[in-house]
T-cell receptor, first 112, second 114 residues
């Protein structure tokens, strides 16, 4: 079983929709979770960082962690065409390393 | 806003040649990283660097790779004898505090080995 799994999409939504992006993970020891956004041919950009279960909100973005289900989500409210990008979840792997492992990313397309 | 700068943005090299990819991390950051992303695949960790030495490296980072911080601002990745499969985007990143904080990535160098 892969440590971090993410549906590659693409996920296509109309402008203004609420978007839900998800990752599952296998290691119950994971303590912190990150979401990155990556535009085409650019480096990943940190969006959200959470260290515990529950919700964290930043503007139109909400990160949710459910440790009991080993499931994390990123919600985008009032989605805009400029949100079209690949969204990567990241968390440290097992074995004592603190270096985040990235999911393969979900491609999001928000059409006007 | 401070940013991580990578040069060149695109490099084409012949198989077997040495390449050096350059990065200028954010000035007050202490931790530096190289990642790569083969086209259509996920971002993969190569190496982390702290206090002038490698702190962690992945299985990808074999003897063909080396990193260096030659002065107070630059951080370089050298590939000694490039192979076709080294073709990828190479991202440099840096972080201010510990490795379990978010990183700031550069825009990447696209390496094409022919």
């Amino acid at each position: 079983q892969k440590e971090v799994e993410q549906d590659p999409g693409p996920l296509s939504v109309p402008e203004g929709a609420i978007v839900s992006l998800n990752c599952t993970y296998s290691n119950s020891a994971f303590q912190y979770f990150m979401w990155y956004r990556q535009y085409s041919r650019k480096g990943p950009e940190l969006l959200m960082y959470t260290y515990s279960s529950g919700n964290k909100e930043d503007g139109r973005f909400t990160a949710q962690v459910d440790k009991s289900s080993k499931y994390i989500s990123l919600f985008i409210r009032d989605s805009q065409p400029s949100d079209s990008a690949t969204y990567l979840c990241a968390m440290p792997p097992s074995g004592g390393s603190y270096i985040p492992t990235f999911g393969r990313g979900t491609s999001l397309i928000v059409h006007p | 806003e401070p940013e991580v700068t990578q040069t060149p943005s695109h490099q084409v090299t012949q198989m077997g040649q040495e390449v050096i990819l350059r990065c200028v991390p954010i000035s007050n950051h202490l931790y530096f990283y190289w990642y790569r992303q083969i086209l259509g695949q996920k971002v993969e960790f190569l190496v982390s660097f702290y206090n002038n030495e490698i702190s962690e490296k992945s299985e990808i980072f074999d003897d063909q790779f080396s990193v260096e911080r030659p002065d107070g601002s630059n951080f370089t990745l050298k590939i000694r004898s490039t192979k076709l499969e080294d073709s990828a985007m190479y991202f440099c990143a840096s972080s201010e505090a510990g490795q379990n904080y978010g990183y700031t990535f550069g825009s990447g160098t696209r390496l094409t080995v022919v």
